[in-house]
């Protein structure tokens, strides 16, 4: 099997770990070890309450947007806590600052359609990173991906990668979008998600891809449709209304 070293984000609000996080590193401590991954739960109450808005089958299209954008600033934030910065001297109407910015900005790099929606927040906190996309859609018999696009730098060799997408179900899209990323260079790989299932954290720690994984929860299970349990049902559904492709 494999090794998953968790950390829990910290900031001034005292984010703390869910229960069943230290269980699962428990359960895998007398394990081989294959690959090592590092996990940032963000555990948080205003987290924890745009992922309940999310959640909500009550929640329409427009208040599950909403939610997803404030959820995916907070993940964004969390994520980018070790971006190298550089420094430099800034004029404020009475002295002299020290300034700091990104030395080298992230790409963003949404997994369609779902993943759309972490784009805006993930702008809002980096104005200036580029964005590329990756196209996917699940074969809802099969429950693998289907890729339809690809539209990326040519190589991304020395660049941090930001993929976003809120739900890491089977692991099996995330994965495929990973794939494309290290055959262009990618080593330095962030997986966003907001909710998580362990299915899919074990496949993506399993995979020996250079990537880390930020999120707001683990969910224990998948049905037999393949979806997150409890979850919050088809994300780009409860975003945009349901998808009328046939694959």
């Known amino acids: 099997m494999w090794d998953i070293n968790i950390k829990i984000a910290h900031t001034a609000l005292d984010w703390q770990c869910p229960h069943?996080?230290?269980?699962?590193?428990?359960?895998m401590r007398n394990m081989p070890t294959i690959k090592a991954m590092h996990i940032t739960v963000v555990d948080h109450p205003l987290a924890a309450s745009r992922l309940t808005l999310m959640r909500d089958e009550r929640?329409?299209?427009?208040t599950f947007r909403a939610a997803l954008a404030d959820l995916g600033t907070m993940l964004i934030y969390e994520a980018s806590r070790h971006l190298d910065v550089e420094h430099f001297d800034t004029k404020t109407?009475?002295?002299?600052?020290q300034g700091t910015r990104l030395k080298n900005?992230?790409?963003?790099?949404?997994?369609?359609?779902a993943g759309l929606g972490m784009v805006d927040p993930a702008l809002s906190m980096i104005?200036?990173?580029?964005?590329?996309?990756i196209g996917l859609a699940r074969n809802e018999q099969t429950h693998?991906?289907?890729?339809?696009?690809?539209?990326?730098?040519?190589?991304?060799?020395?660049?941090t990668v930001f993929v976003v997408d809120p739900m890491l179900a089977t692991g099996g899209s995330l994965l495929h979008a990973i794939q494309l990323l290290a055959e262009r260079g990618a080593t330095d790989i962030t997986a966003i998600c907001m909710v998580s299932a362990q299915p899919g954290v074990d496949a993506l720690a399993a995979s020996g891809l250079p990537v880390r994984l930020v999120t707001a929860t683990i969910d224990p299970q998948l049905n037999d449709d393949a979806y997150i349990v409890p979850g919050l049902g088809d994300a780009g559904d409860r975003l945009y209304g349901p998808r009328n492709i046939d694959l």
């Not at 929640?59 to 427009?62: F, I, K, P, W």
């Not at 900005?105 to 359609?113: D, E, L, S, Y």
């Not at 104005?127 to 996309?133: C, N, S, Y």
Request: net charge negative.
């Open 20 to 27: 069943k996080v230290p269980s699962l590193k428990n359960s």
């Open 59 to 62: 929640s329409d299209n427009a």
């Open 93 to 97: 109407p009475v002295g002299i600052a």
């Open 105 to 113: 900005p992230p790409i963003i790099v949404p997994v369609i359609r």
């Open 127 to 133: 104005p200036d990173a580029q964005v590329g996309f």
């Open 144 to 159: 693998e991906p289907v890729p339809y696009l690809e539209a990326l730098p040519e190589t991304l060799a020395g660049q």
